[in-house]
């Protein structure tokens, strides 16, 4: 079990920066002519104090090392059933499930994965992969994403209705997948010119390289029937998941200043505002959200703030409470159903092979009469979400999870912790920022927000016990919580896309052994992730980008450094 950092002695962590002070490794640590220890908590620079603390007091932790991703809030250290909770809900996170035993129970008959863990190394971004395989464990946070394209070459459009949103490549015997992953395959190109003519290399000559992923999935590959058709393929990689707490406690009105300050700016230089602020969130006419824009939970509202495509707007009913059911398919009380497709409950109530092993099997769910035709139309109706959900008749499963370990989870998910920033009393750091800030990146990764009183929602199924809080904290996300769009090539389903937090993220490498960015990890570094902001003239970010393109390369330098800084 981990112990706080928060116990160490200030003498411990002076020492330790003694020791580590002379460095310039991947933490980004460097000392000029005082230790970093004699900084910390102090305006240095063109750093304030709290920048010293990205997640305020309450969320930060000082831990800058290989654990810092999954170090608990000083608040739930404070907190003795909070901390107990915590570590409790961590191994609902990292543990493997399985079909049948106990406690981690549950998994299938389809799934995504097998463990929250193999999708978030060390609780952080997804790993490069090279092909779509969910054997190989920690690391691989690709999740498919399958759909139907409005026309020719679009990157938008309705998910395939044969499988689910989260596509599941797993299954339990005598089941078969969803869709085989024999037949996905990821190539990866390079791009060889940019659409915004730039070359690819630096005014000084120093290169760059682009890469992007082609996906296929042949239609044979589906265990569905139907099999899908027109149906096209993109990849997104999960995102880390420290500090979701915080962003949990930032006030759906401050949320709002941001829209409609964006939608201002554009609004009173005459251009499409629609093109800009996503018309699907935000009404410019109104300067108002519209109705899309909010996540109801309960008799709340909540302004959707969680994944890249801004599905979810409370992090009690964000992505993590929704993945620890949807990607194992482990079921809870508040969701004591199966994740599956009618698509492929038909398939599977019609395959011989399947029906055969389950009639040498009695002591199957699916038996039933032990005849050909009783056994698929038992395997028709429980795999089947209109009938395993609503109907009594087959409505027979108990909860795999229990009330008490759901609450664990959301204590664990609530409580993560944001690293401490390090090496702002640098003077490259501290430039790193000033340019950050003066070619424009700040524009959309905001850098710090204030979080309101905190009172957050709680699912019934967490009713009556304490979640961590994190009121009135100044917060450095770098994010400014809206959807913008890249133009890249193979673009983000839907092209919209959150900004993403860059708090911690200078830790990726010593947390989770890589430094891969953007949706599905076609930036191996920060330079490629900030040329892809500039692979078209169309890209929101292209000005900024152009501007870090058109710097002398100790300046490009510098504002790498920060970002592993902060």
């Known amino acids: 079990m981990k112990q706080s950092i928060y116990f160490l002695s200030s003498a411990t962590v002076a020492l330790a920066t003694l020791l580590t002070g002379c460095s310039d490794d991947a933490t980004g640590i460097q000392t000029n002519e005082m230790p970093e220890a004699n900084y910390i908590g102090e305006t240095t620079g063109n750093f304030s104090a709290e920048e010293w603390y990205p997640g305020g007091k309450l969320g930060t932790t000082e831990n800058i090392g290989s654990s810092a991703y999954s170090d608990q809030t000083p608040v739930v250290d404070e907190n ?21 035993k106990a406690p981690f129970k549950g998994l299938g008959p389809a799934s995504v994965r097998s463990s929250c863990f193999d999708c978030h190394p060390q609780y952080g971004h997804g790993k490069w992969q090279a092909q779509y395989r969910t054997e190989y464990a920690n690391g691989n946070g690709y999740l498919l994403v399958i759909y139907h ?55 000084d000559g120093e290169s760059f390289d682009l890469i992007y992923p082609e996906v296929t999935i042949a239609q044979s590959a589906f265990n569905t029937k139907p099999q899908p058709t027109n149906y096209d393929v993109r990849l997104e990689s999960t995102i880390g998941v420290i500090g979701t707490g915080l962003l949990d406690a930032i006030p759906n009105d401050s949320i709002r200043a941001q829209y409609a300050k964006t939608a201002g700016y554009f609004k009173r230089a005459g251009m499409n505002v629609a093109e800009y602020v996503n018309s699907s969130f935000w009404d410019a006419s109104a300067n108002d959200f519209t109705a899309n824009a909010w996540y109801k939970a309960g008799d709340r509202k909540f302004v959707k703030r969680f994944t890249y495509a801004l599905t979810r707007g409370t992090l009690q009913d964000g992505p993590g409470a929704n993945a620890i059911w949807n990607i194992t398919n482990v079921s809870r009380p508040d969701r004591p159903y199966l994740y599956t497709t009618s698509a492929w409950a038909q398939a599977m109530s019609e395959n011989p092979d399947v029906i055969t092993q389950i009639k040498a099997n009695p002591s199957s769910p699916y038996y039933a009469d032990g005849t050909d035709a009783g056994i698929a139309d038992a395997v028709r109706n429980l795999l089947d979400p209109k009938t395993n959900q609503f109907d009594n008749k087959w409505h027979n499963f108990t909860p795999d999870q229990t009330t008490e370990q759901f609450y664990n989870f959301m204590v664990w998910h609530r409580g993560l912790a944001i690293p401490r920033a390090r090496n702002l009393n640098d003077k490259e750091v501290q430039r790193g920022k000033k340019l950050f800030m003066e070619i424009g990146c700040a524009s959309c990764h905001r850098p710090s927000w204030k979080t309101g ?30 959807q913008h769009k890249l133009y890249m090539k193979n673009d983000i389903h839907g092209s919209w896309c959150r900004t993403t937090p860059l708090w911690g993220r200078g830790l990726s490498l010593i947390n989770t052994g890589a430094e891969d960015r953007l949706h599905d990890c076609r930036a191996r570094n920060e330079i490629e992730a900030i040329m892809w902001h500039a692979y078209s003239k169309n890209s929101h970010a292209y000005s900024s980008a152009l501007k870090f393109y058109n710097l002398p390369k100790s300046d490009r330098d510098a504002i790498v450094k920060f970002l592993r800084s902060i």
């Not at 003795?80 to 049948?100: C, D, H, I, K, V």
């Not at 209705?161 to 085989?180: G, I, R, Y």
């Not at 009172?455 to 400014?480: F, M, N, V």
């Open 149 to 203: 394209p409005n026309h020719e070459g679009s990157n938008d459009g309705p998910y395939v209705s044969e499988v689910t949103a989260m596509p599941q490549t797993q299954a339990s015997a005598p089941f078969l997948p969803p869709v085989n992953e024999n037949g996905i395959n990821i190539k990866w190109e390079h791009v060889t010119k940019m659409e915004s003519g730039l070359p690819m290399h630096f005014p």
């Open 80 to 100: 003795p059933s909070l901390f107990n909770a915590f570590f409790a809900g961590e191994q609902m996170f990292e543990r493997n499930y399985t079909e049948n």
């Open 453 to 482: 009183n905190d009172d957050y929602w709680e699912p019934e199924i967490c009713a009556g016990k304490p979640l961590p809080r994190y009121p009135h904290q100044t917060i450095y996300p770098y994010s400014d919580m809206m």
